[in-house]
T-cell receptor
Framework: GEDVEQSLFLSVREGDSSVINCTYT??????LYWYKQEPGAGLQLLTY?????DMKQDQRLTVLLNKKDKHLSLRIADTQTGDSAIYFC???????????FGKGTTLSVSS | GAGVSQSPSNKVTEKGKDVELRCDPI?????LYWYRQSLGQGLEFLIY????????KSGLPSDRFSAERTGGSVSTLTIQRTQQEDSAVYLC?????????????FGPGTRLTVL
């Protein structure tokens, strides 16, 4: 079945870049997603990438997709304390009826 | 406009009791999803509704779990004879159900604690 794996924790200093990595198993997903969950809040779509793209940049966010290795990464430039949250990588399941999420990477930003 | 709302925000119940969790999707969204977020387990898909089509129930963990969606809008997730392992945050999401980029908008969740 589909599976999404990501590292559980990342700690960086304010102003540094953060890179959160994700691997997935199902290559049929048209889009791959990054969601953000702030403490005590629901999930919010942060960004996404179309599967035929290698890279997408959106302000401080850069998404890289390596389809051959089924590897997705999210880079946050100039990380701020407000970026502290849990970041989830997700892909659509084969039926297209749900998202398959990784377990989430907790990003901790220290000043 | 209003986002996805869920009620109650917190629910504490005793083992063996039944509970009902409610989700109000964004108006006009035809697709509705239930997920469960357990500590250390990430998000787990439970059930999916799309318009008048038969729901995808493949994620429901046992027959104690059921969900319905009345009138294509509000949905209720029911857990019968609750067990301690049912303790989790139950998240509802909705989307416009169109093909292609199908952004799911999540509610704040219901935190269920089974004592």
């Amino acid at each position: 079945g589909e599976d999404v794996e990501q590292s559980l924790f990342l700690s960086v200093r304010e102003g540094d870049s953060s890179v959160i990595n994700c691997t997935y198993t199902d290559s049929s997903s048209t889009y791959l997603y990054w969601y953000k969950q702030e403490p005590g809040a629901g999930l919010q779509l942060l960004t996404y990438i179309f599967s035929n793209m290698d890279m997408k940049q959106d302000q401080r966010l850069t998404v890289l997709l390596n389809k051959k290795d089924k590897h997705l990464s999210l880079r946050i430039a100039d990380t701020q304390t407000g970026d502290s949250a849990i970041y989830f990588c997700a892909e659509a399941n084969q039926a297209g009826t749900a998202l398959i999420f990784g377990k989430g990477t907790t990003l901790s930003v220290s000043s | 406009g209003a986002g996805v709302s869920q009620s109650p925000s917190n629910k504490v119940t005793e083992k063996g009791k039944d509970v009902e969790l409610r989700c109000d999707p964004i108006s006009g969204h035809t697709a509705l999803y239930w997920y469960r977020q357990s500590l250390g387990q990430g998000l787990e898909f439970l059930i999916y509704f799309q318009g008048n089509s038969a729901p995808d129930k493949s994620g429901l963990p046992s027959d104690r779990f059921s969900a319905e969606r009345t009138g294509g809008s509000v949905s209720t997730l029911t857990i019968q004879r609750t067990q301690q392992e049912d303790s989790a945050v139950y998240l509802c999401a909705s989307s416009d159900g169109l093909a292609g980029l199908d952004t799911q908008y999540f509610g704040p969740g219901t935190r269920l604690t089974v004592l």
